[in-house]
């Protein structure tokens, strides 16, 4: 302490004028407020000696300040409080300020101007180069000891004890503020003490360059005692305590780190300890001081003080945070994994799903029986004290977290075939069910089919954390719709193909027999027999071949009315196509059942199918539109082999462009009903008509096979003496032995080697010389041999045929126009199909056009093109096998 005190007021604030600093009166009742009217001005404009002569005249006691800032050459004061002092604040400050660089400046401090309060603080005056004197600011606080309570501060906390009582440790006197100077004393502080100056004086306030004193004061800053609340990006939430002792990822990186190994690498620079707190400064400084570590008393946390850095400023940052903000950008959540994946934390439990009992009985979802053997106990890592869910172990188990993660495993599922009974065919994946009339089905699955479908035949669920362990649990979960839709969305899956159903044992491609029920891999087809399948011997015996005609040809088809062999014949080649549809190509014709009364027996021989195959029937659509419909339908969900249009109109035409379409393509495409996805599937049902008088137009006679019954009698329906007695209770007795003696039959052939006898039949002639050879080696006579017959129940054709061998005998081979064909042979012109009228000469022009070069019997039209009349002509040439047999 100097003893060079000046009591002098007027002569203290010579002095300081001297210095180019603002002095400012001050009342001497220890309030510390400024003797003058408002003290406003004297901010931004210094006061004059002349006012220093009237506030310092001695007429009464006063105190003395100065106001700094920019108004006093920017002076900021530095101002230690008393209980900073008696804490060794000073001390550390100065220990930080030797250890960081900045030594030799904060000693200038020091030793420049320095004043001791009365209350014991520290007062120190720095000039600041260029200016930036920041306002009144506090640097460094600590909470207040117990005992250092004051009354109103302990009433302050009875009324909220949640109060924070603070004592301020260093703060700063800069623009806009002012601080008493020496030899203030008396009453002018409430102590009664004097301010005494302890080194230097005004004229001695060292100057220093703005980053320095920025420097100087990031130190003192760091010596601040108060808690800080960590924000929510630099610090993960708050959890509850693991049960025994765990620990979590992040808990155990912060006890196992140091802080040098966080920030050493990122190029910080430990710089001094003092206790507890490390001081660390930023990379790219060479001195002072950025950051401390372990100066908290909670938790040893990184704090920044500059803005220079990576991280937040003047925020805590745990070790386990500033790891995160380093590496993952502040997501604490990678962080945390990539920390156990470097093995820290305690092992998480993980809380498998429990296994109930064994079922008592097996499902009846369409899957096989699932065996009560092949349940596995529970094994290690297993926990038996979860809720009771409904899940077997032997089932495929798909963890769905993550929806691409599900994809995919739900896909790798599919590829090593543990869905049973799933397929896929055109438009997607489908499963094979039966109806209630045990009728098969092939739905394609929409998602809601394909989510219950999993459901049923795999575990899936999803791995959720567990709060109370920071471990895992899995909870038993379905896929998610829009999951199930991905999946079928897809363009392929890796499903076995479904081409078809059958229901009956079937020729394969090569020969063999099929006849395992279910899918066949080498096919792709599904067998879902209608009957009881009987076991067959490996080699066909004659005596089984015997046994299987009596049955088939003496029992069950012997009373039928068939107006000719080939009717029969016809009518035994529908019943063997179906065994024999996947060992040829191409399509087949359809059989027109047809009788000349009610009566006669259709609906048996239709019976007959459905017994042995089963048969998908429909009504006969009312245009082409709904058959389009109608046929789609059945080939897109319908299994069964057969499919039924009945009872057509009595005496109707079938003349149907979809029709021929349909018969002549082996695979059907077209849009699905309620839908605007578009299916392409195989052609591979027999399609079968029946009515009375039915006859043929247009292509359809070419497309088709005719079974013909004839009673011959009134009142058919009254016949009796059958030989096997009522055919419907007879089938149902006795409809496995008709299969088995169908397929008895083709067995015969192909092993005879499979001849074949060459038919000429259009697009159907592989298949008709492989019947006929059939029909041949069981000894059934009449295949095909009806052509002459078919052409007469062929209207159109047998219409233009009398046209012609007309038109031959009036008009010989002379060219004509349409109009005078139509006028020679008006009484012999094919009429209108729907008005019944004769056609005009332009009508009858385009009918004549349209079948150019088209045979009707031994005859066609020509068309002859008159150049100079430019006008189409015609003429009828007969072929020469007409011509030999007229000139016999």
């Not at 003290?39 to 700094?68: C, L, M, Q």
């Not at 529970?378 to 188990?397: A, Y």
């Not at 087809?525 to 490996?538: G, H, N, S, T």
């Not at 008709?768 to 078919?790: E, H, K, N, Q, Y």
Request: charged share 25%; with cysteine; proline share 7%.
């Amino acid at each position: 302490m100097s003893d060079a005190q000046t009591p002098d007021l007027r002569a203290a604030a010579r002095e300081l004028h001297d210095a180019g600093l603002c002095p400012l009166p001050i009342k001497a009742d220890g309030s510390k407020r400024a003797d003058v009217s408002s003290w406003t001005p004297y901010k931004v404009n210094r006061s004059t000696p002349e006012e220093h002569d009237t506030w310092f005249d001695g007429s009464r006691p006063r105190g003395i300040a100065v106001v700094y800032g920019a108004v006093s050459g920017d002076v900021e004061m530095i101002e230690f409080e008393g209980h900073a002092i008696k804490d060794g604040v000073l001390d550390e400050a100065t220990e930080i300020m030797e250890a960081s660089g900045l030594g030799e400046e904060w000693q200038a401090i020091l030793t420049g101007w320095a004043t001791e309060s009365p209350s014991g603080g520290r007062h120190y005056r720095v000039r600041l180069a260029g200016g930036g004197v920041r306002g009144n600011t506090k640097l460094a606080s600590r909470p207040a000891r117990e005992d250092e309570y004051t009354d109103e501060e302990k009433q302050r906390l009875r009324q909220n004890p949640k109060a924070k009582i603070v004592r301020v440790l260093i703060e700063t006197r800069g623009e806009g503020g002012y601080g008493l100077v020496e030899p203030s004393g008396g009453t002018v502080h409430d102590s009664g003490k004097p301010y005494i100056r302890i080194a230097g004086g005004p004229d001695s306030i060292p100057t220093l360059d703005a980053d320095v004193a920025i420097a100087i004061r990031d130190v003192l800053r760091m010596l601040d005692a108060l808690p800080k609340p960590e924000s929510p990006k630099t610090a993960p939430r708050e959890q509850p305590p693991l049960p025994d002792g765990g620990l979590r990822p992040g808990e155990d990186y912060d006890a196992r780190t140091d802080w040098a190994d966080i920030l050493e690498p990122e190029g910080w620079a430990f710089v001094y300890q003092h206790g507890r707190t490390r001081y660390w400064r930023r990379p790219g400084k060479d001195r002072g001081v950025s950051a401390t570590t372990g100066h908290a008393s909670d938790k040893d946390r990184l704090y920044v003080f500059t803005t220079g850095t990576d991280f937040q400023a003047e925020v805590p940052y745990s070790k386990f945070a500033a790891y995160a903000h380093i590496h993952h950008g502040g997501n604490f959540k990678l962080a945390a994994a990539e920390l156990r994946r470097q093995r820290y934390g305690s092992e998480p439990p993980r809380k498998r799903l429990s296994i109930v009992p064994p079922q008592t009985r097996t499902f009846n979802d369409g899957s096989s029986a699932l065996d009560p053997d092949s349940m596995p106990d529970p094994g290690e890592g297993f926990e038996t004290n979860g809720p009771d869910l409904k899940v077997v172990t032997s089932r495929p188990e798909l963890d769905i977290t993550n929806e691409a993660d599900a994809i995919d495993g739900l896909l790798n599922i599919m590829a090593a075939g543990h869905l049973p009974d799933l397929y896929k065919r055109s438009g997607g994946p489908c499963w094979v069910h039966q109806d209630d009339n045990d009728n098969p089905l092939m739905q394609q699955l929409s998602t809601d089919n394909l989510r219950a479908y999993l459901a049923d035949h795999v575990t899936t669920y999803q791995v959720v954390r567990d709060p109370l362990t920071d471990g895992t649990e899995e909870v038993r979960e379905l896929l998610m719709p829009k999951t199930c839709g991905t999946i079928l969305g897809r363009k392929d899956w890796p499903l076995p193909k479904l081409n078809g159903i059958v229901t009956s044992p079937v020729v394969r491609p090569d020969g063999t027999l099929l006849q395992a029920p279910g899918y066949d891999a080498a096919t792709g087809l599904y067998l879902a027999p209608r009957v009881v399948l009987r076991r067959l011997r490996p080699d066909v015996a004659a005596e089984s071949l015997a046994n299987a005609k009596v049955i088939v040809l003496e029992q069950m088809l012997a009373d039928f009315p068939w107006a000719q062999p080939s009717d029969r014949a016809h009518f035994l080649g529908a019943l063997l196509t179906p065994i024999l549809r996947p060992y040829f190509y191409g399509p087949t014709p359809m059989f027109i059942i047809s009788a000349t009364a009610p009566g006669s027996g259709k609906s048996l021989l239709k019976d007959i199918l459905k017994y042995g195959y089963g048969i998908a029937e429909t009504a006969w659509p009312e245009n082409d539109t709904e058959l389009r419909k109608s046929i789609t339908t059945q080939l897109y969900t319908t299994g069964q082999p057969v499919v039924v249009l009945d009872n057509l109109p009595n005496g109707y035409i079938i003349k149907s462009p979809v029709l021929s379409s349909l018969l002549t393509a082996e695979h059907w495409g077209d849009r699905v009903l309620g839908s605007t996805n578009s299916v392409t599937m195989p052609n591979d049902r027999l399609w079968i008509l029946t009515g009375n008088g039915l006859r043929t137009g247009g292509d359809n006679a070419r497309r088709s096979m005719w079974i013909r019954l004839d009673p011959n009698c009134p009142d058919p329906d009254q016949r009796d003496g059958f030989r096997v007695g009522d055919l419907r209770p007879w089938l149902r007795a006795n409809a496995s032995t008709v299969v088995a003696a169908l397929v008895t039959m083709v067995r015969a052939w192909i092993a005879d080697g499979a001849p074949t006898i060459r038919t000429r039949k259009g697009d159907y002639s592989e298949w008709a010389s492989m019947l006929a050879g059939l029909l041949d080696f069981i000894g059934v006579p009449g295949w095909m041999a009806d052509r002459d017959a078919t052409m007469r129940q062929d209207d159109e054709t047998q219409e233009w045929a009398a046209f012609l061998i007309a038109w031959s005998g009036k008009l010989g081979s002379n060219v004509v126009t349409a109009g005078a064909a139509l006028t020679a042979l008006n009484e012999y012109v094919p009429r209108h199909p729907r008005t019944g009228e004769a056609p005009t000469a332009n009508v009858l022009g385009n009918w004549l056009k349209a079948r150019d070069g088209r045979f009707f019997g031994d005859r066609k039209v020509t068309l002859i093109y008159d150049s100079h009349r430019c006008q189409n002509t015609y003429r009828v040439d007969v072929h020469e096998r007409a011509l030999r047999q007229d000139s016999q």
